[in-house]
């Protein structure tokens, strides 16, 4: 999405219209329209504040539903375990992205950065593994931001928009019976007014998308500019509102704060009195978990880095502009939250009827638009003595903007995971070339939404656990992630062991680490779509490695000096080249000379060079290795390094070579290796059954027959 002030830093006017065509954010340059045929245009860049509204449709959006659910996890007790959340917010998340958005600052966040320091197959199952819970981070962002939004539909007091969805339910019923009879079993268990709302949201939320499908333009940034700042406005009136009532009335608070200690928390549950500070904390702890979707937004935010306007002169490498204004929003993004968090929840756990916050169709999932509507407060006040706006007119509209906001809750995760996910996976060699043309992610993820609705129905919980697991999952893992690096640098500097680590980052690992553990033991439901989801990863993973392992999978060579750049292009000019290829280590060139000629009866004229390719990391898929050529007593020594697998490494220096002079001749000793140990070497240790596979290799190659490169064994 080219934009002329792209390079301004200073500037905080929302992105402004353009007639360029829009392109995706993290599209690299050369494979974007231009504007001329010398100079391809900038990509899209944003300031900060409208970023943080891009990233603010999910994370600030929770502020829709984490009022209400902290009352039904914790009751009475909410306020108070919200401080834990805004406390693990700013002193334990923030702190951990921070990091990340150094060390990461090309919009890969946590990913990026364990693949950086877990690498080999170990990293590629963690890789795996996080790209499972992140998928299901996806799909049940989507599904419960739905569901939680056909709450508010389904349950507001307008009596307009019941007599609307009161008739379209009769009319929807209408057409159903008049489905075949199997039609209509197969319904049954879809059929309410809940799920199917719920669906229509999806519906809507999947339109918006593939009008957006190909990035963030600035038509995207604008509505998501007008749908947070709206929602935010409204719901920063009724906690304003709330509070200066309780200010005026100040018995209720002191009321809340009497049931705290007497352990009144839940209506109709058992009393629990409270001893002290200690004892408090100690029923508050394993409650936060529970309310751990406070957190949410984070990891979206650093995948969303590339769309923040930097300075215009950032180090492509390392944009010190862009990390800091990166850091900025993470920080109003937390900062805002907390804030938003701590004074919602106190509002409507002190004004709202304990048994209105659990009762479906008042308070329970919708608690400020309760407020928002003018329902009966805890003193038995009606609801508009907050102030005179408040009453039906002003909740439908907050309604409005709630829906709205759910309705592209995650729209923005999904946009940069259709970004984020197939590099990854075509590195890790899952990306197939028709289902990237038929964009078959992108349906996969619009179907498991569709289903899991289906299933989970109104269900509003199973949709939050498996939520949960899956956020949660993901910050664990950047919690790794940060304390892996700090531990591999400080060890490269001699520190003490007791010293590599940050105390700050091992807490922040254990506490996400015992929160993911809490709430799969408590609703496995998560847990079970997470480990569906990791099982059918690697099995395809697997079946596809290995269906693609005869690809050439090569892009290019890159050369360790200019002599070797010099030299490789006369080599690839000789009369009549012949590869020898010999194993890493130290070789007499001159005895595996006279063993070679005389095995392949070459005569002593004919020129041979050697060849040594040595592995680097297997696991990779594509590979750019790295050439240096030297001479040791006259013999030519290609050294090929940085490979993932030997026999593409080779086949891909012949045929560079037969590309701009005589075809080689490939000669290999004959190996004595078990046929099926060679082929499992191949592909998972890259250097197995070396001839027969560089000989597949370019007899597959998409090069004319008669520049194919000779292969001999003997």
Request: glycine share 8%; proline share 7%; net charge positive.
């Amino acid at each position: 999405m080219p934009s002329p002030e792209a390079n301004s830093s200073e500037s905080t006017e929302p992105p402004s219209s353009s007639s360029e065509p829009p392109s995706s954010a993290s599209e690299p340059p050369s494979s974007r329209p231009t504007a001329t045929p010398e100079t391809p245009p900038a990509p899209f860049r944003a300031a900060w504040p409208w970023v943080l509204c891009v990233v603010g449709l999910d994370y600030l959006s929770t502020l829709a539903y984490q009022p209400s659910i902290a009352f039904s996890a914790a009751g009475r007790l909410a306020p108070l375990v919200t401080v834990l959340v805004a406390t693990v917010t700013v002193f334990l998340a923030l702190p951990i992205y921070w990091y990340i958005a150094g060390r990461s600052p090309k919009g890969g966040g946590s990913t990026a950065l364990l693949e950086r320091v877990v690498p080999g197959w170990s990293g590629k199952l963690l890789l795996l593994v996080l790209l499972s819970f992140g998928a299901v981070d996806l799909v049940f962002t989507r599904t419960f931001s739905a569901a939680t939004a056909a709450e508010h539909i389904t349950h507001s007091p307008d009596p307009a928009w019941q007599r609307a969805l009161n008739d379209a339910t009769r009319e929807g019923e209408g057409l159903r019976q008049q489905l075949p009879q199997w039609a209509r079993n197969l319904s049954d268990g879809a059929w309410n007014r809940q799920t199917v709302v719920t669906l229509i949201v999806l519906v809507i939320g999947t339109v918006v998308g593939v009008v957006f499908f190909k990035g963030y333009t600035r038509s995207f940034v604008r509505i998501a500019v007008l749908t947070v700042f709206v929602y935010l406005a409204m719901t920063l009136f009724i906690i304003g509102s709330g509070a200066a009532y309780l200010s005026d009335h100040p018995q209720l608070v002191e009321s809340w704060w009497a049931d705290v200690w007497a352990g009144n928390w839940k209506p109709g549950a058992e009393l629990r009195p409270v001893a002290g500070w200690g004892a408090m904390l100690a029923h508050c702890l394993p409650l936060f978990p529970a309310l751990a979707l406070g957190l949410s937004g984070f990891e979206l935010a650093l995948m969303a880095m590339p769309l923040v306007r930097g300075r215009s002169d950032d180090n492509p490498e390392q944009p010190r502009g862009q990390i800091r204004n990166t850091r900025i929003m993470l920080t109003m993004a937390a900062l805002t939250m907390s804030a938003y968090l701590l004074g919602s929840t106190l509002v409507t756990t002190v004004l709202i009827p304990p048994a209105a916050l659990v009762t479906d169709g008042q308070a329970k999932y919708r608690a400020l638009s309760y407020l928002a509507h003018g329902g009966t407060l805890a003193d038995g006040q009606p609801g508009n003595v907050l102030g005179t706006t408040f009453g039906i007119t002003f909740g439908t509209a907050y309604d409005v903007s709630t829906v709205a906001i759910l309705a592209l809750a995650g729209l923005s995760f999904a946009m940069t995971l259709s970004l984020w996910i197939p590099p990854y996976l075509a590195r890790l060699g899952m990306e197939f070339k028709w289902s990237v043309r038929l964009g078959f992610l992108v349906y996969l993820f619009t179907g498991l939404k569709f289903a899991v609705t289906a299933y989970y129905g109104a269900d509003v919980d199973a949709h939050r656990a498996a939520y949960l697991t899956g956020m949660l999952a993901v910050f664990g893992f950047g919690a790794l992630a940060a304390a892996v690096d700090v531990w591999q640098k400080r060890q490269r500097l001699g520190w003490r062991k007791l010293f590599r680590i940050p105390p700050l980052f091992i807490v922040a690992l254990l506490v996400f680490a015992l929160s993911l553990v809490w709430v799969i033991y408590q609703r496995p439901i998560g847990a079970a779509f997470a480990g569906g989801f990791i099982l059918v990863t690697v099995v395809v993973s697997i079946m596809s490695r290995t269906w693609r392992s005869t690809e050439l999978r090569f892009d290019g060579f890159e050369f360790a000096d200019k002599v070797t750049e010099h030299e490789w292009a006369r080599l690839k000019k000789s009369d009549y080249p012949m590869l020898i290829p010999i194993r890493p280590g130290n070789v007499d060139l001159k005895a595996k000379e006279i063993e070679t000629r005389t095995r392949h009866r070459i005569p002593g004229g004919t020129p041979i060079m050697f060849v040594q390719a040595e592995i680097a990391d297997p696991s990779e898929f594509h590979q750019k290795p790295m050439i240096r050529i030297t001479r040791e007593n006259g013999r030519v020594m290609i050294h090929i390094t940085r490979c993932c697998s030997v026999s593409h490494a080779l086949a891909a220096a012949a045929l560079e070579i037969a590309s701009d002079g005589a075809v080689p001749e490939v000669h290999f000793g004959w190996s004595a290796e078990n046929p099926v140990s060679a082929n499992l070497h191949f592909v998972l240790f890259g250097n197995g059954n070396v001839p027969w596979m560089v000989y597949t290799l370019i007899s597959r190659a998409e090069v004319p027959e008669d520049r194919k490169p000779r292969v001999s064994v003997a």
